[in-house]
């Protein structure tokens, strides 16, 4: 199904790009949440029409990301872990936690943006890196973070 991006989305493409994807998807949740339109000539002449007014709005969510990017690239988590003896972790640190941590800190942070390509941290370390995507990987904040043994 060919359909037109009405906000910029990582895995597909920039706003206005016409792309095809599969039926259910865009069905079930690019028209959905509006994030597209189906690539009709009403709806071309439709976002063609409201092109500037898109743009500006993809460009204050770019603006807030970046603010959100500086708050966040500030920060150096600690968190602590229950460990065993031989100073393993019961269990393991992963993005809910971190979440928690960034929240504890003031600054707003979603499960969705915290993205550990190697899995959950199951060690005790210091300045462990964090990386925080925001807005569909444009702006991507580093956090710092370190895991202690709970007392």
Do not use: C, W
Request: charged share 30%.
């Amino acid at each position: 199904m060919d359909i037109i991006l009405l906000e910029g989305i990582s895995t597909l493409g920039k706003l206005g790009e016409k792309v095809k994807v599969k039926r259910g998807y865009a069905r079930n949740y690019l028209l959905r949440l509006g994030k597209a339109v189906r690539a009709t000539a009403a709806n071309i002449k439709y976002f063609e029409d409201r092109r500037e007014e898109l743009e500006r709005a993809e460009k204050e969510r770019i603006n807030i990301a970046k603010k959100r990017a500086e708050e966040l690239s500030k920060l150096h988590l600690i968190i602590s872990a229950r460990v065993s003896e031989e100073g393993k972790l019961y269990g393991s640190v992963g993005a809910t936690e971190i979440v928690r941590a960034i929240e504890a800190a003031g600054v707003e942070a979603h499960k969705q943006e915290v993205q550990l390509p190697n899995g959950p941290f199951r060690n005790l370390g210091e300045d462990f890196a964090v990386n925080i995507y925001l807005h569909h990987g444009d702006v991507i904040a580093t956090v710092k973070l370190n895991i202690i043994a709970e007392e």
